[in-house]
């Protein structure tokens, strides 16, 4: 599966951002889409995950409350909805694909291009 990321850019603490996902190449329906992050020196880490029919989500507890994801099987096309931004939240954000929802979270089997999100304080 071939996944392309976008939405990212620059936002004051406080702010909202909206990152999307297309999947394309294989059924997108069978696929935990998730959402991962690194930041500058920093290890990359999980964001957020949801399952294929979107009953099952899971965050990070740094991301907790604030973020979230769902997808439109439709459109092949995942989302995460970023809220009450804070600068530990820049970072470039990668978009994921896995069958499965534990391995999603730890080391997931397909990997998008980064997309940058700064949050200035």
């Known amino acids: 599966v071939q996944l392309q990321a976008s939405g990212g850019g620059l936002v004051q603490a406080g702010g909202s951002l909206r990152l999307s996902c297309a999947a394309s190449?294989?059924?997108?329906?069978?696929?935990?889409m998730g959402w991962f992050r690194q930041a500058p020196g920093k290890e990359r880490e999980f964001v957020a995950a949801?399952?294929?029919?979107?009953?099952?989500?899971r965050y990070s507890d740094s991301v907790k409350g604030r973020f979230t994801i769902s997808r439109d099987n439709a459109k092949n096309t995942v989302y995460l909805q970023m809220n009450s931004l804070k600068p530990e939240d820049t970072a470039v954000y990668y978009c994921?694909?896995?069958?499965?929802?534990?391995?999603?979270?730890?080391?997931?089997?397909?990997w998008g291009q980064g997309t940058q999100v700064t949050v200035s304080s």
């Open positions: 949801i399952t294929f029919g979107g009953d099952t989500t």
């Open positions: 994921t694909a896995d069958r499965n929802i534990y391995i999603s979270t730890l080391n997931p089997g397909y």
């Open positions: 190449g294989r059924t997108f329906g069978n696929y935990v």
